[in-house]
Nanobody, 124 residues
């Protein structure tokens, strides 16, 4: 069982930055590929980026390439999402998720554990 707790969301003006953190319980955090997803208001949850347990990055959604950066610190059981050059369309609830498989997939169904989400609001 893995418990995930996100933090770092908030209200920011367009062009600003935020860093989200996701702290995981358990002693085998490095075994879990991790992903960040987001759910904009009135829309489906969508993949943002995933990272392997070892730190290798799989993929970024086209909408965030060059602006968002994922990283992880396995010694702190934490995965981060650095978000720069934020746009109003980045407004969403952001979730971190842990997968039991070998790699971070692109679909929500490939993840077994989810955090409660943190709200990010970008004003124009």
């Amino acid at each position: 069982q893995v418990e995930l707790v996100e933090s770092g969301g908030g209200l920011v003006q367009a062009g600003g930055s935020l860093r989200l953190s996701c702290v995981a319980s358990g002693r085998t955090f490095s075994n879990y590929p991790m992903g960040w997803f987001r759910q904009p208001p009135g829309k489906e949850r969508e993949f943002v980026v995933g990272i392997r347990g070892s730190g290798g990055i799989i993929n970024y959604a086209d909408s965030v390439k060059g602006r968002f950066t994922i990283s992880r610190d396995n010694s702190k059981n934490t995965v981060y999402l650095q978000m720069n050059s934020l746009k109003p369309e980045d407004t969403a609830v952001y979730y971190c998720a842990a997968a039991s498989g070998l790699r971070p997939g692109l679909r929500s169904s490939e993840y077994d554990y989810w955090g409660q989400g943190t709200q990010v609001t970008v004003s124009s």
